[in-house]
C-alpha cells in the first residue's frame, strides 16, 4: 500500500515547513528593525541650548547709589582702625568694601559680619575729626570710592 503513513505524517511536514517559515519571517523582520535604527531612521535629536557666556556676578555695590541703604554680609578682611574695617565677597566692587562704624565693633579676620547702612562717597577730610579714625594713609585706597556707614554690624561667630 502506498500513500500517505498512518498517523497523518503528511501534515506534520506541511507543519513544521510553516513554522520555518514563520521563524525566518521573524528573524528577517528583526534585521530589518535593527538595520533601520541603526542606519538613522531615528527621531530627530533634542534642540540644544545655547551655550551659555560666562557670567560675572553683578556687584551689590556697584548697583548701589550714593544715599541708598545697603545690606551685606561679607567676610572681616583687615581691621582698619577702631571704626573700620574691609569685607570682602565676590559679590563687591573690587571684591572688597570699607565699611565705617560709629564705635568699635569686636570683629577679626576672617569672621563672618552681617553689616546695614548707608552707601556713601569716601572723602578722608569729611571724617577727619572722628573719634578713633586712623591717618590719612591707612585710607588714601578709599578715597572717592562708595562706602558703606554702617549703623548696624551683627557678628557671627
Known amino acids: 500500500m502506498t500513500g500517505t503513513p498512518a498517523g497523518g505524517a503528511t501534515g506534520q511536514v506541511i507543519i513544521m ?12 523582520a528583526a534585521l530589518v528593525v535593527a538595520a533601520a ?12 541650548p545655547p551655550p551659555r ?3 560675572t556676578p553683578p556687584s551689590t555695590l556697584a548697583r548701589a547709589e550714593v544715599g541708598e ?6 567676610a572681616v ?9 574691609v569685607v570682602r ?12 562704624t560709629s564705635g568699635t565693633v569686636e570683629a577679626a579676620p576672617p569672621q563672618l559680619v552681617t553689616v546695614e ?29 562708595k562706602v558703606l556707614a554702617a ?3 551683627t557678628v557671627w561667630r
Not at 541703604?69 to 561679607?74: E, F, G, N, P
Not at 572723602?123 to 591707612?138: K, Q
Open 53 to 55: 557666556a560666562a557670567l
Open 69 to 74: 541703604r545697603l545690606t551685606v554680609t561679607a
Open 17 to 28: 515547513a510553516d513554522r520555518g517559515r514563520v521563524r525566518r519571517a521573524a528573524i528577517a
Open 117 to 145: 547702612g548707608t552707601v556713601v562717597r569716601f572723602a578722608y577730610g569729611d571724617l577727619a575729626g572722628r573719634p578713633g579714625l586712623g591717618g590719612p594713609d591707612d585710607y588714601r585706597a578709599f578715597e572717592g570710592r
Open 37 to 48: 535604527s541603526a542606519g538613522g531612521c531615528t527621531r530627530e535629536p533634542a534642540a540644544q
Open 151 to 153: 549703623d548696624q554690624v
Open 77 to 85: 578682611e583687615l581691621v582698619v582702625d577702631d571704626v573700620a574695617f
Open 89 to 100: 565677597d565676590v559679590d563687591l566692587a573690587d571684591d572688597a568694601l570699607l565699611v565705617l
